[in-house]
């Protein structure tokens, strides 16, 4: 491989990009969202700096989210975006091209699959490598994969939840559903504009989420004041949300999610069932990090839930544990080109 050879890892979300660089750990998490300008359909910002730009730009700029539901929506500004990354990540002297792993969603179709490596190869990588991101997710949340033993990963992030069993290293049932965080924002949004007649960005939305929000009804309900705008008069205004208004605003999301879990598990052999019984539901992913999800989901099928160490990156992290142990991973590592 000589010295001169990088390997990177990246975990391509609908909502945020990680790299990792072996040795290193996580160098980069940033937001997938691209600020292109209308009139010349030029790339202006990448990143966390367009990020800052959404909800807030002139009508000639607009704030691009390329993947969509997990997968490359727009090919060209994917490229762009990964070229910057890759770049970023090595610094920009680094002349050799990167070995670079990167996560697609279980559900992915061959020509998805195939899009993705293409666009990183164009994007300067040298080699690419696309693994399954419960396998992933699976791998930073510290589950030795490759043993007989089946274990369920529940990964929900911006765009997809991903629900998976896997054993001996490879995924025996899965699902994947476009109902996640984003969904879980929309939702929020909705109910705010029915109930209070006002409009609220996608930030604010999200801020409620993660301020108040709840998956199940609580006694002791936190409160937030939030401003937007009134849908009537035009002007700003805010109002208080309390938790257990959030937790009716988002029912019908989370039961599209308990509906995927419940789903691989009526698909999965007793024989496994009987391992999962045992050793429970392991949650991965910015989403699930939503106050008593894990209870929730107890709640509804049965089986204990817990949460991951370090839920966001699990992903990340299992790219990075990959790319130090290809060898032992080339199992589930889908062929390059």
């Known amino acids: 491989m000589g010295i001169f050879s990088k390997k990177l890892g990246i975990d391509l979300g609908t909502t ?3 790299v990792y ?9 940033e937001p997938s969202v691209v600020a292109i300008s209308e009139e010349d359909n030029k790339i202006l910002a990448i990143g966390l700096e367009a990020k800052q730009m959404i909800g807030k730009t002139p009508e000639s700029i607009v704030a691009y989210r390329p993947m969509k539901d997990g997968v490359i929506a727009d090919y060209r500004v994917t490229e762009a975006m990964l070229r910057y990354y890759i770049t970023k990540a090595l610094g920009k002297w680094n002349i050799a091209k990167p070995e670079v792993l990167i996560s697609v969603p279980a559900g992915v179709t061959s020509t998805e ?3 993705v490596v293409e666009a990183a190869i164009k994007a300067g990588a040298r080699n690419a490598y696309v693994v399954k991101e419960p396998i992933l997710a699976a791998i930073g949340a510290g589950i030795p994969i490759h043993e007989p033993i089946g274990h369920m990963i529940v990964d929900i992030g911006g765009g997809t939840t991903d629900v998976a069993v896997i054993s001996l290293g490879g995924i025996v049932s899965s699902t994947s559903v476009k109902c996640a965080g984003n969904r879980i924002d929309a ?3 909705d109910y705010i504009k029915r109930t209070f007649n006002l409009a609220i960005g996608d930030k604010t939305a999200e801020e409620i989420k993660i301020k108040v929000g709840s998956a199940i009804p609580i006694d002791e309900e936190l409160t937030m004041s939030i401003r937007g705008r009134d849908y009537v008069l035009g002007l700003p205004r805010s109002v208080e949300v309390k938790t257990n208004e959030i937790v009716k ?3 019908k999301e989370l039961r599209e999610m308990i509906k995927a879990i419940k789903d691989v598990l009526q698909d999965t052999p007793p024989e496994l069932s009987s391992d999962i019984i045992d050793r429970g539901i392991i949650m991965t992913g910015g989403s699930s990090q939503l106050r008593n999800l894990p209870e929730l989901v107890f709640r509804r099928t049965g089986v204990k839930a817990v949460l991951a160490k370090e839920a966001l990156y699990c992903v990340a992290n299992g790219t990075g544990i990959a790319l130090e142990h290809l060898d032992t991973y080339k199992r ?3 062929a390059k080109r």
């Open 21 to 29: 660089v072996p040795g290193k750990g996580i160098v980069l998490n």
């Open 113 to 115: 699959r195939r899009a």
């Open 187 to 189: 939702a929020i949004a």
């Open 16 to 18: 945020s990009v990680l």
């Open 249 to 251: 605003a988002i029912s």
């Open 332 to 334: 589930s590592i889908i």
